[in-house]
């Protein structure tokens, strides 16, 4: 839509290194259009980073919409830079699938108490992102972001997903953690977190819990985890049988070695419960550390972004093909006259001979 | 690469009353642009550094508390003290005709008052965001 200079890799990683806010927010932007410039920089940047690239901590923040999500990533910002740690923040909304564009607002309630003018002193990189059309709570470049603050000397980085229901679990192929928040609510709780998201929190937040109905969520979300770890631990092929998609790869598997997820009670606005969550979060990363399962982790949700990495290029093939192949295909599976398997075999075929027609 | 045009859309002040940032905010989305909401009163130090980490277009400034003739020249001399004169800067709110030359002076390139239709503020910033 726009076209604006592109900027030069190399200069802009070096700036980044050297604490320029503004080439880190072009970099983030250029990621999030897919430039290749950008890609380039964030190579150029984190191999000339220093640090190691595991020292920074990635912090999922999940859950349905309206639980309260953005106020305890306000809380958590507060409790992390007070120890002084450099705390970057990816926030992502949704993107409308009828015009393309978002209202981002999950910042609104990441700014402190306004006494604290916590934004402007350098040590917090805030950045909304919207889904831009993906549906697995991040948008497609979150993971490239959020690698590119922890490149860029933040300690912390706090990656909040679109509200989520039912199958929106990208968040566990980024982050270390994840935290799931859900809160107290009337009739079926465990039907707002359904299966699969449960399967990826680490720890589970029932959040707004002066509300009625706290303490019932907490047992519920307990035994619904404790059967869900049994029936894994009982499945004769083990947690590693998950069904895997090209599009879609299963997220890192939770190890039944684990310890079980804890269930937390906290009420973000007035920031009860959340230095205890801090705590579980300090205990469960040095544990990650300590134990080799960090680099597992992070190996396997490398290999999940390659493999979506992947499955984009070849849609983005299918779609530079030539001579309306798709559109023949799909009037003959309409017709009767062939299966979308076949369709299938034949667009493959027809990209791997490089677009030649079928 | 398709780039959507980014607007920030703020409070500054101390005034409460953000219907009409909201009604601006929804129009942009609909016309395809990703909008940032701060809220409420905000400094014009916060406003700019939102502005800078969110790498936007457009900072679209909102005030009916009449201290448009301060803020506003505040946050367009903290951008250019950031280096980021080029993101362009449009005010509304209840603002008199007579402090419009004043506004556009310090870089303010439009100001939009109470009544104007939202394709045109949408027009406006699609005509004048080019590349940067």
């Known amino acids: 839509m726009l076209a604006r200079a592109d900027p030069d890799s190399g200069d802009i990683a070096a700036r980044v290194l050297a604490g320029e806010e503004r080439a880190l927010a072009r970099l983030l932007s250029g990621l999030e259009d897919q430039s290749p410039w950008a890609g380039a920089a964030l190579a150029a940047l984190r191999r000339s980073s220093a640090r190691d690239s595991r020292a920074a901590r990635i912090v999922g923040v999940t859950g349905p919409p309206g639980t309260g999500k953005s106020t305890l990533v306000d809380k958590l910002i507060g409790i992390y830079r007070g120890r002084g740690e450099r705390v970057g923040v990816l926030a992502v909304d949704p993107s409308s699938p009828f015009s393309g564009g978002a209202i981002l607002g999950d910042r609104i309630r990441m700014q402190g108490s306004p006494r604290e003018a916590r934004a402007v002193d350098g040590g917090l990189f805030i950045r909304s992102l919207a889904s831009r059309g993906r549906l697995g709570g991040l948008s497609r470049s979150t993971s490239r972001a959020a690698r590119a603050l922890e490149a860029a000397g933040f300690g912390i980085v706090l990656v909040e997903t679109v509200g989520i229901g039912q199958s929106e679990v990208d968040i566990a192929r980024l982050a270390d953690s994840v935290v799931l928040v859900t809160m107290p609510s009337a009739g079926d709780e465990i039907q707002t977190i359904k299966a699969g998201i449960m399967e990826i929190g680490d720890v589970f937040v029932v959040n707004k819990a002066d509300r009625e109905g706290a303490d019932r969520m907490v047992r519920q979300l307990r035994s619904a985890l404790e059967l869900s770890r049994s029936a894994l631990e009982l499945s004769p092929a083990g ?8 599009a879609h790869p299963a997220p890192p598997p939770r190890s039944p070695a684990d310890d079980s997820p804890l269930v937390l009670k ?4 007035t920031g009860e419960g959340v230095a205890e969550l801090v705590e579980v979060l300090d205990a469960r990363w040095a544990k990650l550390r300590d134990s080799g399962r960090l680099e597992e982790r992070r190996r396997r949700g490398a290999l999940a972004e390659a493999r979506s990495l992947l499955a984009d290029r070849v849609l983005g093939e299918l779609e530079a093909l030539e001579g309306g192949l798709e559109e023949r295909l799909a009037d003959e599976i309409v017709r009767g006259e062939l299966e979308a398997a076949e369709a299938a075999t034949l667009l493959f075929d027809s990209i791997r001979r490089g677009g030649a027609r079928a | 690469m398709d780039r959507k045009i980014r607007v920030l859309v703020a409070k500054p002040g101390l005034d409460g009353h953000d219907r009409g940032a909201k009604v601006v905010a929804r129009s942009l989305r609909d016309a395809g642009m990703e909008v940032i909401y701060t809220g409420l009163r905000q400094s014009p130090e916060q406003i700019v550094q939102a502005a800078i980490q969110e790498d936007v277009d457009v900072v679209a400034l909102s005030i009916l508390s009449g201290a448009h003739m301060h803020l506003f020249p505040r946050v367009t001399e903290l951008l250019a003290q950031k280096g980021a004169e080029d993101i362009l800067v ?18 303010v390139r439009a100001v939009f008052g109470p009544g104007t239709p939202t394709q045109t503020t949408v027009d406006f910033i699609r005509a004048n965001v080019t590349g940067r």
Request: hydrophobic letters at 30%; charged letters at 25%.
């Open chain 1, 239 to 246: 947690p590693e049988a998950r069904p895997s998609y090209a």
């Open chain 1, 266 to 269: 906290t009420v973000a606005e």
């Open chain 2, 90 to 107: 449009i005010g509304g709110g209840v603002i008199p005709e007579d402090d419009i030359p004043y506004l556009k002076s310090k870089g």
